[in-house]
């Protein structure tokens, strides 16, 4: 009844059908008569079916009917048509999410120049772009779509073969460590981080082998030497050729001018560069079609705070809408175009000031270790709060040691005093050693305080003439190296939106938006900062509008002065939502306006508009200003 085909490894079985004289089919194999008029296949077994001569529908075929006069059967047909099934079943049960789901998920990371510089292969800076791939991307597909897509941002790059190198200046063959073949998924897990953190450089295949010429070729292979820029390097400056011969005293004179002149066009160089103009273009990530929601209570501003970054929907890169709620749970009317956010980010870094993580002097914190805030992550959160404060118009946090400053840029100077350290038992211990006049009385002092030296590692025989670089060593300790794993999480956290990267280029920039600053704000800035908005010159309104100035520019003087119940900061907090102007500047511009139908000071700090009511004396003026202000939704809360 059947025959048997077989093609290569496979096996197709065939059956003879016959169709029966009052309709249908019968099929030999299954045993039964077929509802389909004309089937290809057994409905019953699934068999192929090949039509033989009509017999009664009683009568069963008493030979087999042959293949020979059949169609060759395909052997894929069966396959196909069984697979297309399956995909049809498939379909139909996971629906249309359960097909995305198996959709390729396309990754970003971060891509690179590297040029010969001062001998060896450095990253070009401002060359980063970033690149969308999928993850099982290999070392040749990521170096052509990362080639094809510097071209495109930079017209000006050679068309000349490059290279896919790793940080170190290494070309991308296979993942460090292993002999496996580089796959971008496989760096990932090998280097731990998320791709977003992950950053590969391409380089003219020109430079590379240039730079292997010229190094040192002793004992070992040629390293490709990537070197990092200091504080203050004279190749970066004009060069000076001396043309004529000199005497040594000349000589020295003629160089001591040339580095006077090197040091001020680094200090030209610096101050060419803005902070608002970094910020600027950090800003250009973000995403204004989408927003992360906060809602806030200025009771309660860290917690609303952490609720808000934490949730699942909240990204760095979408712009932040705050709601406050009033002290009744009522929500505040009005859409966040600005104004509520940079009064919740100020809130924010007052806040934060405040969080266990930090010691020190309130002018300058330092990060000391929490086991409770490092299991919720709160350091991490840190960072981020103040990355995302900067790059969204909000105000930094002006807060921070200039020690840990310089740690997290990678400056190595260091400078403490003991009162930077808050235990008062170390602090008096620290004194003794400072004060202690001979050497005996200094052994038995480090003796009987052995256990805190011997924990800093700095347990030892000491002269009197190095006392102080003996405290200074165990400040050191103290304030950065025992809470170094805190740090590092803290410095993730501010990676947020590339800021930590724009932090380390421009440390001479930024750094200082980082930490305490003396300066105070001044009536004369507020004053020049908002722009009044005048009626036509000869009005009657003109006339009252010009007498509200003077009482305006008198009540900045007493703020100044602290002869008034708020200083200029609340003044500003109130008009603006900020206490300090921020670094990425004011926008939109602030204005004075003028109010006739209310005593009493209305702001609109989204459009930093500050309405002046119109009073007739200075002291009526004055008295409503100080209500207004005091009266309004979280004075003293900043």
């Not at 089937?39 to 009917?65: K, M, V, W």
């Not at 970094?278 to 860290?302: C, M, P, Q, Y």
């Not at 840029?409 to 004194?431: C, M, R």
């Not at 609109?604 to 508009?609: E, H, K, P, V």
Request: charged letters at 25%; glycine letters at 6%; aromatic letters at 10%.
């Amino acid at each position: 009844m059947s025959a048997l085909f077989v093609f290569g490894t496979g096996s197709y079985s065939a059956c003879s059908a016959f169709r029966l004289k009052n309709g249908g089919m019968f099929c030999p194999s299954y045993g039964k008569k077929l509802v389909e008029e004309s089937p290809n296949f057994c409905s019953g077994c699934g068999e192929r079916l090949y039509h033989a001569s009509c017999i009664g529908d009683t009568s069963l075929p008493l030979t087999s009917q042959t293949t020979s006069n059949c169609p060759t059967p395909t052997f894929s047909t069966f396959l196909e048509y069984r697979k297309k099934k399956n995909e049809e079943r498939q379909k139909f049960s996971e629906g249309r999410k359960g097909l995305k789901k198996k959709e390729k998920r396309k990754v970003q990371i971060n891509v690179g120049l590297m040029t010969i510089k001062k001998g060896g292969l450095k990253p070009y800076r401002g060359k980063t772009i970033f690149l969308t791939t999928d993850p099982d991307a290999t070392a040749t597909s990521l170096l052509n779509q990362a080639v094809k897509k510097m071209k495109d941002f930079n017209k000006d790059l050679k068309d000349e073969p490059f290279l896919l190198l790793y940080p170190d200046g290494t070309e991308v063959i296979t993942v460090p460590g292993t002999q496996r073949p580089f796959t971008l998924e496989a760096y990932k897990a090998e280097v731990g981080k998320p791709y977003q953190r992950i950053t590969v450089f391409i380089c003219l295949k020109s430079d590379f082998e240039d730079v292997g010429e010229n190094s040192d070729l002793s004992d070992s292979d040629p390293e490709i030497v990537i070197k990092r820029p200091s504080e203050f390097d004279l190749a970066d400056t004009l060069p000076l050729e001396l043309q004529h011969e000199s005497s040594p005293l000349q000589k020295a004179a003629e160089y001591e001018v040339l580095g006077i002149l090197c040091l001020l066009m680094k200090y030209n160089r610096d101050t060419n560069l803005q902070a608002h103009g970094i910020i600027a273009n950090l800003a250009l990530e973000l995403d204004h079609k989408k927003v992360g929601r906060f809602n806030i209570s200025r009771s309660a501003v860290w917690d609303g705070a952490v609720r808000g970054f934490r949730r699942s929907t909240y990204s760095d890169n979408y712009d932040m809408f705050i709601k406050f709620n009033d002290d009744a749970g009522s929500f505040e009317e009005g859409l966040d175009t600005g104004g509520p956010r940079r009064e919740f980010l100020t809130l924010l870094m007052g806040s934060l000031r405040n969080r266990p993580i930090f010691d020190g002097p309130p002018e300058s914190r330092y990060l000391v270790y929490n086991s409770r805030a490092a299991r919720q992550d709160e350091y991490f959160l840190a960072g981020k709060m103040i990355a995302v404060s900067i790059v969204h118009g909000g105000p930094a946090p002006h807060f921070l040691s200039k020690n840990l400053v310089n740690h997290i840029t990678g400056n190595q100077s260091f400078s403490a005093t003991v009162e930077d350290v808050q235990d008062e038992e170390i602090t008096k211990i620290l004194h003794q050693v400072l004060k202690a006049e001979s050497e005996e009385s200094l052994h038995n002092l480090i003796l009987q305080n052995s256990t805190i030296f011997q924990t800093a590692g700095c347990l030892r025989n000491v002269k009197p003439f190095e006392k102080q670089a003996f405290v200074e060593e165990y400040l050191r300790w103290y304030i950065l190296e025992r809470n170094q794993s805190v740090i590092q999480r803290f410095k993730d956290g501010l990676e947020s939106l590339n800021f930590l990267s724009a932090l380390q280029q421009n440390s001479s920039v930024l750094a200082p938006l980082l930490c305490f600053s003396a300066k105070a704000l001044t009536a004369s800035e507020l004053e020049s900062m908002f722009r009044p908005d005048l009626s036509p010159a000869g009005s009657n309104k003109r006339h009252k509008e010009v007498l509200t100035l003077g009482f305006w520019a008198d009540y900045l003087l007493d703020c100044e002065e602290k002869a008034t119940a708020v200083c200029l900061e609340d003044l500003m907090m109130f008009a603006t939502g900020l206490t300090a102007v921020p670094p990425a500047g004011m926008t939109p511009p602030p204005r004075i306006q003028f109010l006739s139908v209310s005593p009493f000071p209305v702001a609109n700090i989204c459009a930093n508009t500050l309405k002046l009511p119109i009073c007739d004396s200075y002291s009526i003026f004055k008295a409503n200003m100080d209500f207004g202000i005091q009266n309004a939704p979280g004075f003293g809360c900043s």
